[in-house]
């Protein structure tokens, strides 16, 4: 294993290659919460990658990736953005780490076309702060807006709090430069266009790939006019069913939010302090006179529902306090408890059953103490349910409640994930939700990846998957 740490230093320079304790120990985890739960509650020793590989350009990352081939595989790759997966998907141990966040130049911006072209290791919060100051935004905004990069939220087909208005991340993305397995640098399209029908759609083989088909190093995605014009409120409900409906009565009249966040009567009661059912919403776009019609209409659906109107502190609330995510945690620790938050989906008819399956299965759990969820991201056909559970940090614990929750979800006929991902969390339930498909999956991954150097610890290639 040394001779191939040597020859990538040979080959990149020591500068490059990282193999101090200190960078190792840095690359072990992500936001995995068993992994934190395991280092910072049970003081366990995370262990740590084989060594860091910084490129500082393209070509180094397909240099790394044909020597890593002329090895014949064995030590997986791991690439890491800004390491905020939350499911072990960019977990560094035992596995030779490309951090690629020297590549992080914002290479133009059209605000013509409405096109950002970025390098994948650009901070998100970064390429924001650049589009706002020239009044446009990817308004792609994640809770994670602080840590993660272009191409980790792309690889793990990442949703934002706006999703509802402006879609996914996918929505976004025009064009990809991506390296290889192989080392073969490639862009998707020759040419930037709105839409194209030459082919299979290529841009979906990476977006939520989790680092296993390939390198994303550049992007092209679309960008919007920062919004002038926003109404927000609250309404409480005496049943997070009636909210529900309410939901579904708003997509199919097409007024669309831009943030619509249902709280069940145990987030409410935390996050507000009320023990109601409580919906947040806005409506956002560039003229008052729209906005305000809509926000009129959707009021008059909201109450014909039961909604009664609260006003617009638990909204300015949530907007102020909606990435304080190191506060949240300490909190819990403070209690000797510990969390993970478990992102599923389902279409309207289904989701009060898996809401309901869900917490059924999961009160049964011994160590389970808290479960409370929010309803977010809407779409015509239904929307997300974000579960947040707080238990007993035992290790035989958590993946019980996982068990449980996968199961429970799956009986419903809801997805085992709206935007976390796989990681090495999921990738035992991912056959029962995919069936034959993925079949596909691995084909597509043996013909791009011959040699299985990228990411083979986690995601649908995890051995115990295939
Ligand atoms: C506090 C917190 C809040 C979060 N909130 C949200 C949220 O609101 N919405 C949401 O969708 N997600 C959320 N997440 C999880 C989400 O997966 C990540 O925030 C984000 O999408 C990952 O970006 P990253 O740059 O940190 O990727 P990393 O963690 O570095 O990597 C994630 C995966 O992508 C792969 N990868 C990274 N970069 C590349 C690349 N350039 N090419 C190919 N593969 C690559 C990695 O190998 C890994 O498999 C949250 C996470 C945290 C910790």
Not at 125 to 147: C, K, T, W
Not at 298 to 308: C, H, K, L, M, Q
Not at 421 to 437: F, P
Request: hydrophobic share 40%.
């Amino acid at each position: 294993m040394q001779d191939i740490i040597n020859k990538l230093i040979n080959a990149l320079g020591p500068n490059k290659v990282l193999t101090d304790d200190e960078n190792l120990s840095r690359y072990a985890r992500d936001f995995w919460p068993l992994l934190m739960m395991r280092e910072q509650v049970l003081h366990e020793k995370i262990p740590k990658p084989l060594a860091v590989v910084v490129p500082g350009s393209v070509n180094d990352i397909s240099l790394t990736l044909r020597i890593m081939n002329e090895y014949g595989g064995g030590i997986p790759i791991v690439v890491y953005g800004g390491g905020s997966s939350v499911t072990g998907a960019s977990m560094g141990s035992g596995s030779i780490i490309i951090d690629i966040t020297r590549l992080n130049k914002v290479l133009n911006i059209d605000t013509y076309d409405l096109t950002i072209t970025v390098e994948a290791g650009a901070k998100l919060r970064d390429v924001e702060a650049e589009l706002n100051s020239m009044g446009f935004s990817l308004r792609h905004i994640p809770q994670s807006f602080n840590y993660a990069t272009i191409g980790g939220l792309i690889a793990t087909m990442s949703s934002g709090q706006y999703s509802t208005l402006y879609g996914n991340v996918e929505d976004a993305i025009l064009n990809l430069e991506v390296v290889l397995p192989t080392g073969e640098v490639i862009w998707l399209r020759r040419n930037t266009v709105p839409r194209a029908s030459t082919g299979p759609s290529l841009k979906y083989l990476f977006v939520g790939s989790e680092g296993m088909l390939g390198i994303i190093t550049k992007a092209v995605l679309r960008i919007v006019p920062l919004p002038k014009s926003t109404r927000y409120g609250s309404f409480t409900f005496n049943a997070l069913n009636d909210g529900i409906k309410v939901l579904r009565e708003l997509m199919t009249r097409r007024l669309v939010p831009a943030v619509a966040r249902l709280y069940d009567e145990y987030e409410s009661s935390i996050r507000f302090g009320i023990a109601k059912p409580t919906l947040i919403i806005s409506f956002e776009g560039y003229y008052d006179n729209i906005i305000d019609a809509m926000w009129n209409e959707a009021r008059r659906v909201i109450e014909d529902y039961g909604g009664e109107y609260a006003g617009e502190d638990y909204f300015e609330n949530w907007l102020s306090s909606r990435f304080n995510v190191e506060e949240e945690i300490d909190r819990v620790k403070k209690l000797g408890l510990w969390f993970d938050t478990i992102e599923v989906a389902g279409t309207w008819s289904r989701l009060p059953q898996i809401y309901a399956g869900f917490r059924d299965a999961l009160m049964r759990v011994e160590g389970v103490v808290a479960i409370m969820a929010h309803i977010s991201h809407l779409y015509l056909n239904g929307a997300c349910i974000y579960f947040t559970v707080l238990f007993k940090p035992i290790i035989e614990t958590y993946w019980k409640l996982w068990d449980a929750a996968m199961n429970a979800v799956l009986v419903n006929g809801g997805s085992i994930s709206h935007h976390h991902g796989i990681g090495m969390l999921r990738s035992k339930w991912v056959g029962k939700e995919l069936g034959d498909a993925v079949k596909i999956v691995k084909l597509i991954k043996n013909a791009l990846d011959p040699n299985s150097v990228m990411n083979t610890k986690s995601g649908m290639f995890f051995p115990d998957n295939l």
